[in-house]
């Protein structure tokens, strides 16, 4: 499936697609769970860290809360490989190997490739957000508005040899991880080593070995860890934050991301969660 841009003006009004159908589990406010305590204060958690400084309680968080414990311990869990940058604990450096912007696009493959509305959507708007924060705005739309077909002449061309290997290696997870060569897993390490190097020139080769190790054992969870998020999306008809909700994620959606991203997504998802 193609985009035409030609089709699409930057100020024509694209509305996002309903799904058919609702939610199969219904997301849960802090006034209906039943502990007052922990499971309340783990959707505030999460409706305050993943609101960045705003309260938005999620109907992620919100279904999770029927498994108490699950919600309780999503937040840090999910920061670990998504959220959180260059952390360091007594000398030792705890997450962040790779870069947000970098892990947007990989989260946004997974999402594309599953057809998974929730990620899709909530992605495509925390991706502009991302790249715009780091100052790489007019990258967001080549890259993203392409994803889902990165390896297709002449989109391929959009994409740092790095975040091909890297796209190539989260569809080959998505779709059948056995399919992963060692040539293609070799080519990756050298990708990193060299975008190491960039960022680091002082950086010695047994400290770059240790820092590639981590990263593909950080990417590959990240790559993993939406891989069980966009099912469990998909198959619990998990909704997107509308008018009816606390917190309306649909209206930013509407009216921040570009029409060729929203028209893409309502391509990509038709009616399906």
Excluded at 55 to 62: A, E, G, T
Excluded at 82 to 92: A, H, P, T, Y
Excluded at 191 to 201: F, G, M, Q, S
Aim: charged content about 25%; aromatic content about 10%.
């Amino acid at each position: 499936m193609s985009i035409d841009e030609k089709a699409l003006g930057s100020d024509q009004k694209v509305r996002p697609n309903r799904p058919a159908g609702s939610a199969r589990i219904p997301p849960l406010s802090i006034d209906a769970v039943k502990d007052k305590g922990t499971t309340a204060a783990a959707i505030a958690n999460a409706s305050w860290t993943w609101g960045r400084g705003q309260y938005f309680p999620s109907n992620l968080i919100k279904v999770m809360a029927h498994c108490p414990r699950l919600a309780q311990t999503e937040v840090d869990y999910a920061n670990a490989v998504i959220f959180d940058e260059d952390s360091w604990l007594n000398g030792v450096q705890q997450a962040g190997f790779v870069d947000r912007c970098l892990k947007e696009m990989l989260i946004n493959a997974v999402a594309a490739t599953n057809r998974c509305r929730y990620s899709l959507n909530h992605h495509s708007f925390i991706g502009l957000n991302t790249f715009d924060q780091a100052g790489r705005r007019d990258e967001y739309l080549p890259k993203f508005l392409h994803i889902h077909e990165f390896d297709v002449p002449p989109h391929n061309q959009n994409y740092t040899a790095l975040e091909f290997a890297l796209l190539r290696y989260a569809k080959k997870i998505c779709l059948d991880p056995h399919t992963v060569t060692d040539d293609e897993f070799k080519e990756m390490r050298q990708r990193l080593a060299d975008y190491n190097i960039k960022a680091k020139p002082a950086i010695s080769a047994p400290d770059n070995e240790r820092l590639i190790n981590s990263q593909i054992v950080e990417v590959t969870w990240l790559i993993s860890h939406f891989c069980l998020l966009t099912r469990w999306f998909s198959v619990l008809h998990v909704e997107d934050e509308g008018a009816e909700n606390e917190a309306n994620f649909l209206a930013f959606y509407e009216q921040l991301v570009p029409p060729e991203i929203i028209a893409r997504n309502n391509q990509l998802l038709g009616t399906d969660f």
